[in-house]
């Protein structure tokens, strides 16, 4: 956002293809919620790059002034959505566009509570006319870590979130880990191929809602330009199947 050395490259890319710009700082979910420099930075970059969409997480990363190296869970309570409607509905006033809330990963559950994921995020779009950007990824990682059955987690996403404010979706790779105590963790890495259960989850919900803007995510362990070539071309193959389905 402070003219880097991606600048120069950005607007050239601009001039042929739409942009999506995917934030990762607006803490939405904090009690203070984005800053007034963090949604200034941002504002230009939207007015410079005039990106197709625009999306932040269901998260918060920053406590009075001090910004976190992670995208961390909001417990899904009254008090909680009153909260980030207030801020979604303040930032998509300042950036002039609408916002795509994403589903994030999670590790662990808040024993407070009162509301499912998808219910909080049908209720944000609702409240402040957000979209949703849906990743699938994340909702196979947290499904599993909280031993859930992904088709059902996916089930209840799309009965619960209006399909036409579904604007995106991201697919990416993920780690499997061991914690101490035996269990398996997932964990939301980006850094390797898509996994086929996630490639049958996107083709799931691409059939339920219909072809979406789609983005593979896949920033560390970068592999050679041919194999993230070859994911984007497996993306694309499911949503041209589908799309001529509709058609």
């Known amino acids: 956002m402070y003219a880097g050395m991606a600048v120069s490259e950005l607007d050239i890319v601009a001039e042929r293809v739409p942009l999506s710009l995917h934030a990762v700082g607006l803490s939405l979910g904090s009690i203070k919620g984005p800053t007034a420099d963090h949604l200034t930075a941002f504002r230009r970059l939207i007015d410079r790059y005039r990106p197709a969409l625009v999306s932040d997480h269901l998260s918060w990363s920053s406590v009075d002034g001090v910004f976190l190296p992670d995208l961390l869970p909001m417990p899904y309570t009254d008090s909680a959505l009153g909260l980030v409607a207030n801020h979604v509905r303040k930032a998509q006033d300042f950036l002039g566009r609408q916002l795509l809330i994403e589903n994030p990963s999670s590790y662990g559950q808040h024993v407070s509570s009162t509301w499912s994921e998808a219910d909080f995020l049908a209720a944000l779009v609702e409240h402040t006319g957000c979209g949703v950007l849906l990743d699938v990824n994340n909702l196979y990682v947290s499904a599993l870590n909280h031993r859930d059955d992904p088709h059902d987690a996916l089930q209840r996403m799309l009965s619960a ?75 694309q193959c499911i949503i041209d199947t589908v799309a001529n389905a509709y058609a």
């Open 161 to 235: 979130v209006p399909h036409e404010a579904i604007g995106e979706i991201h697919l990416a790779g993920h780690a499997t880990i061991s914690a101490t105590s035996g269990a398996l963790i997932r964990v939301d890495d980006h850094g390797s191929r898509v996994a086929e259960a996630v490639w049958n989850l996107f083709e799931s919900t691409t059939k339920l809602i219909g072809p979406r803007p789609t983005l593979v995510e896949w920033d560390t362990n970068l592999p050679s330009f041919e194999i993230l070539i070859d994911e984007a071309a497996t993306a």
